[in-house]
Every structure is written in C-alpha cells, then in structure tokens.
Nanobody, 121 residues
C-alpha cells in the first residue's frame, strides 16, 4: 500500500505564489511519473504538470511559464511551484504517481487526498 501526502495549499492573492509538496511512502519499488492535477468546482479533473523519473516535464498550456514541477533527488517527493497565480487557478490540487510495487508487479497509480488552493483578493 502506498500513501501520497500533500501540503502547501491555502489562500493567496492574485499574483502571489504557493509551493505544493507531495511525499510518497509505502510499498514502492519504482516510480515512473509523478504529477499534479486539479479540479475546480463543477469541472472535470485536469492535468497541471507531470515529471518523469528522468526529469522530463509536461505542463498544461494554462500554467506554462508560471508553474514549475520538480522532484527531490530520492525521487519520492514532487513539488509544484506556482507563481503569478490567477483566480482561475482556484481548485483542489491532487498529486498523482505512476509506480510499481515490486519487480513483477503491474504498473499502478496512486492519488493524494487533495489540497485546496484559493486565489482571491
């Protein structure tokens, strides 16, 4: 069993910054991708950014040049630095991990519990 624990959400004014963190623990043999998704009220969950175990990144067009995703050296923690925040960035942000629990285990994915980000004056 694996666990993803997110932190760093909160209330920020437009133009402000926040940094989200997500730490993975549990039965993890290999992590492929880690990423962040978000879901605003009344909308579907959407991709924000992902990062592979090789460090390749992918961003939604709406956050390019404002958000930066990164991973720590051990690879079990992923961060999302969010700058120049806009009211439309308001959402619950979820951490996601694509991983294997063992050498012969199937590839699986896990989700965090979500952290609220509210951008408002």
């Amino acid at each position: 069993q694996v666990q993803l624990v997110e932190s760093g959400g909160g209330l920020v004014q437009p133009g402000g910054s926040l940094r989200l963190s997500c730490a993975a623990s549990g039965s993890i043999f290999l992590i492929y991708n880690m990423g962040w998704y978000r879901q605003a009220p009344g909308k579907q969950r959407e991709l924000v950014a992902t990062i592979t175990n090789g460090g390749s990144t992918n961003y939604a067009d709406s956050v390019k040049d404002r958000f930066t995703i990164s991973r720590d050296n051990a690879g079990n923690t992923v961060y999302l630095q969010m700058n120049s925040l806009k009211p439309e960035d308001t959402a619950v942000y979820y951490c996601n991990m694509i991983y294997k629990a063992g050498w012969t285990a199937p590839t699986d994915d896990a989700w965090g519990q979500g952290t609220q980000v509210t951008v408002s004056s």
